[in-house]
Structure formats: C-alpha cells, structure tokens
C-alpha cells in the first residue's frame, strides 16, 4: 500500500536527535541497531546540564568545606581559659578570642507559664493545626506558626570561683540549643456557626500545639567568643567584630572542635564526588556529541562523493553522445547538497524518520529499517514528495 503524503516537506540537512551504536544485518536481511548505551537526544548539543548541575553542588560543598574548615582552624587557635580565677592575670591581653566552660547564672531567673522551670532564655512557639481542602476535594493536615515570644535576663558564666563573665547577644551565637520543658495540644472549641463558615471556606481548626523551651539556671556551657572588660571588675563576653567564631554550647572544646572538622571533612568528600560525576557526565555528553557530529558528517562525505561519481558518468555519457547543453547542466548541479541514500547511496531521498526528522533513505532502504541510521532513534517511516 503506497505511504501517506506528508504535511510539510521536511528538509534532508535537519539533524536534531544523536545516539552511539552499531548497526548488523540478520538472517532475513533486515538492518537491526544494537546500541551500546540507552537513547539520548541531542537537544542541549554539547553541554550536559546534569553535569553542569553536579559540578555547581560540588562547588557549594566545597565552599561549604572551606567555611567549616576555617572555623575548625580558628576554635583551635581560641585561648583556652583553665579557670575563670585567672582572669586577672590575662586583664593585659584583653581584648582577646577565648574560650571558656562554667555554668549558667543570673540574679532573676525567668519562669515558665505551664511549668515550673526558670531559666535566663526563654522562648515559646504555639502553631495552629488544622485542615485544608484541596481543589480535587481532599482534607490534608497544616499547621502555621501563630505566636512566638522570646525573652532573655542579663546572664553570665561562673565556675565556682568569685569572679563571673557575663555574656551579650547569646541568641546570635552558634549551636545554642534550649531545653524543652513543655509541649503540649490543646483542642480548639467553637460554636456551630463558627464551624460552619470555616467548613465552607475550606478550613477545619483541629487545635494548637504549645512548645516552651528554656535555658535552665545552672546548665553547664562552652563558650568561644571575644573577652573584653567593661568597668572595673566586669568581664564581657561578646561576639567578635573580626568574624571570629561565637560559640555557646553544651559540647566541650575538643568535641566542638572534632565535629566541626568531621563536618568539613564530609563536605570535602561530597564535593570531590559531585565534581567527579560532573566531570564524567559532561565528557561523556561531549564524546557522544563529536561521535554523532563525525557520523553525520561522514555520511555526508560518502553521499557527497557517490553523487559526484554519478554525476560525472552521466556527464561523461552525455558527451560522448554530443549534449553539451545537458552535461553544462550536470556540472553545475554537481557543487549542490547531495540527496542520496546514505545506504544504498544511490536512490535519492523519498522517506523521513517521524520520531527524529531525519531525511536521509530512500523507500526500499527504509522498509528495511526500524531505527534511524543517524541518530539510532526507533521512529516509523513517512513517505515524502519534494516539489
């Protein structure tokens, strides 16, 4: 049965999909394509975005790495003070990056509204639960943040000894972490009415979720920061000015100090590991874009050639048989693009691969074909009519 006219005339030179294989010809003398990899469409052209991806996250980590590793450096670098009694003898120092470990004290503690714990931080969040209808109908679970109140008292660190160190701006500081004391739901109640307009606009108030924490009186902490005196006798510790590290933690120095240099350590590894698949999949993308760039071209070339062979010959018979006006004609039609089969390479182009739009057998050569002999993509095979 004679194929479909096409719509449009699609041109010989269109190239858009690419893969790499080789091709066989099986016992019932149909070309089957054996690919040595899966599928991929040639539309980025050279530049693989997965690995360009992969090379942009491996960047980020690495940076990542650099960042923790200078705070490692620099928590190593950090004074160490033994006991806060020796501040005296470092007053001439001052000021001065330091790190030092004692307990949490102040002179009015801050209580909590639903326990009896008092601390010097205090903080309370309350969300809002509740369920939301979608536009197919459905009720899923959300919650919002609906109040947050913080508090803090003048506070500082002492080690048993007579002297203390206050600490400013504590909330600002690093690996900070407060107690939970209370964490509880409570139902919201509402009238019928109430119910009844949130339903209809597509909202149900299950309750809200009440979360205290507290920084108790007396927990033991470590602190890194900036020690500088302020009046006489007062010992400040502040966060530095030069983007020194400000630590306040419930970890030891050496602890501290380890985790923070395993983390750079880790962000290393996946830096390394991100940048070698990006590398791996940007020079695979690329030999697959030269291979397929060669093979047309070679085609090309060999299309090329045979048209010029043919050429000639017709143009060589013609002029023994004495047309001159009919192998000027030839001659000049020899420098166009070939339209050749690039199988036989003798018919001219008569079929065009659907799936790739490619144009490049003639009609016995492509009923022969289930993939493209460019690009290896599998696509049917449309009958075509030049003007």
Partial sequence: APLPRPYGYVPSGYVRAGGVGAWRWDSGGKA??????????????AVSWPGAASLALGASFWIASRAAGKSARALEEAKELPSLDQLQAWTHLLPLVVALAGRVGCDDALECEHTEDKGVMYEQVAEQHFLKQTENGEWVRDAAVVLTHARETPWWIEDGGKNKVHVNDARNASGLQLSKVYDAFETTSKGMVRSSIDYLRGI?????RRTERV???GTPLTCVGELAREGKGKYVLRKPAAGEPFYVTRKSL??????ISALARQCKWFAVGFAGVGVFLIARRLTKYLVVRGRAKKFRKRAAEAERSRRQSQTQSQAREGDEETREGRTL???????LCVICLENSLETVFTACGHS???TRCSSRLSKCPICRAASPVLRIYKP
Avoid: F, I
């Fill in 204 to 208: 149900k108030l299950l309750g809200v």
């Fill in 360 to 362: 490049c057998c003639c």
């Fill in 215 to 217: 920084l108790a009186v």
């Fill in 254 to 259: 050496p602890q501290l100090t380890g985790d």
């Fill in 333 to 339: 039609q020899a420098d166009r693009a070939p339209d």
């Fill in 32 to 45: 089957v394509h054996e690919p040595s990899h899966r599928r991929a469409r040639m539309r980025g052209g």
